[in-house]
């Protein structure tokens, strides 16, 4: 399942500050038709997500109902990402957590 949209880069202050997109919430539906076959624990589901010219694997966490998408430091440099700025995310639901991605 693949899935496009957009969203605003926040950050997260806690211990360490932590970098996430929200994921609109007609794609947190698409997302939780699949999501049981795609967990593999604590609800998240894992995805393999490309913003800018960047492609990287992470998993969505559940958050109040919907999703946050993880954005690394290794995705957020490359494309001069800070919080607020308005990002395009292209992402796919890996129903096959284990498989190499």
Partial sequence: MELSFTGVLVEWRGPAPYFFVPVPAQECEDVREVAAMASYGWGVVPVEARIGDVTF???LFPKDG????PVKDAVRRPNALAPGDELTVTMTVRLDPGAPG
């Fill in 57 to 59: 694997t992470t998993s």
């Fill in 66 to 69: 919907g999703y946050l998408l």
